[in-house]
């Protein structure tokens, strides 16, 4: 049974910083892509930023630049550095392969950000 487990989230200022981590069980992590989805209230959920297991990775318009996604496999982990944080950014943010797999939604973590 594969699960993902978002952390990491808070209240931050604008032009803040947060670092996000998704940690999965299971072996199914190391083999596939990895990405960070986010859902604003009254919006649908979106794709920010993936990476395949070879570390390359892709960005939305909307945050390049100011976000970074990296993976320790050895970990099964996925974090999501967010620089120059703005108030559009606010959203619950959730990690999923990618494309996503709607079995492996997790409760996601909440992102604040402040004007």
């Known amino acids: 049974q594969v699960q993902l487990v978002e952390s990491g989230g808070g209240l931050v200022q604008a032009g803040g910083s947060l670092r996000l981590s998704c940690a999965a069980s299971?072996?199914?992590?190391?083999?596939?892509?990895m990405g960070w989805y986010r859902q604003a209230p009254g919006k649908q959920r979106e794709l920010v930023a993936a990476?395949?297991?070879?570390?390359?990775?892709n960005y939305a318009d909307s945050v390049k630049g100011r976000f970074t996604i990296s993976r320790d496999n050895a970990k099964n982990t996925v974090y999501l550095q967010m620089n120059s944080l703005k108030p559009e950014d606010t959203a619950v943010y959730y990690c999923?392969?990618?494309?996503?797999?709607?079995?492996?939604w997790g409760q996601g973590t909440q992102v604040t950000v402040s004007s």
């Open positions: 999923n392969l990618n494309p996503s797999v709607d079995r492996f």
């Open positions: 299971g072996a199914i992590f190391s083999f596939n892509l």
């Open positions: 990476i395949t297991p070879g570390r390359m990775t």
